[in-house]
């Protein structure tokens, strides 16, 4: 999904506990298990934040799901890029990586240096106000192409 355009990656997962679990194996499962989700999950998505006064979100592929082969790519893309900025091998570019259980890491602290930075925090103040656009309700409908 492009996102007020970024990327943002979205994955479909089910629970294993979930009684369709085992029929649900890849993203052609889906239509064939639970025909319109894929439809009204892409829609939720692309409108979820416009009543927000936000444009619809885009998609990339056409809008299509990728399958399963392509998620894991991302995945694992993703988790490579993590391990090289918790291991000091990319900029951080501001991020503050400390952390206290990634093994091997630079960045690694003790737990008391943890709390230390946590005694040091100024007290948390009084909350905003908040605004009561979050009280109005929305609704949507999908419309038939």
């Given at each position: 999904m492009i996102d007020e355009g970024e990327t943002d990656?979205?994955?479909m997962v089910i629970d294993v506990t979930d009684p369709l679990?085992?029929?649900?194996?890849?993203?052609?499962?889906?239509d064939k298990m639970m025909p319109g989700y894929l439809d009204a999950t892409r829609e939720w998505f692309r409108i979820y934040k416009m009543p927000a006064d936000k444009p619809p979100?885009?998609?990339?592929?056409?809008?299509?799901?990728?399958?399963?082969?392509?998620?894991t790519d991302i995945i694992n893309?993703?988790?490579?890029?993590w391990k090289k900025?918790?291991?000091?091998?990319?900029?951080?570019?501001g991020l503050n990586c400390?952390?206290?259980?990634?093994?091997?890491?630079?960045?690694?602290?003790?737990?008391?240096?943890?709390?230390?930075v946590i005694d040091k925090s100024?007290?948390?103040?009084?909350?905003?106000?908040?605004?009561?656009?979050?009280?109005?309700?929305h609704y949507t409908a999908l419309l038939e192409k």
């Open positions: 990656w979205k994955g679990a085992a029929q649900l194996n890849d993203i052609g499962d889906i979100n885009k998609f990339a592929f056409d809008g299509k799901f990728q399958n399963k082969a392509f998620a893309q993703t988790n490579e890029q900025l918790i291991t000091k091998q990319a900029d951080p570019g400390s952390n206290t259980t990634c093994d091997g890491s630079p960045y690694k602290i003790e737990g008391s240096a943890a709390n230390d100024p007290p948390p103040g009084p909350g905003a106000p908040i605004d009561e656009v979050v009280n109005k309700w």
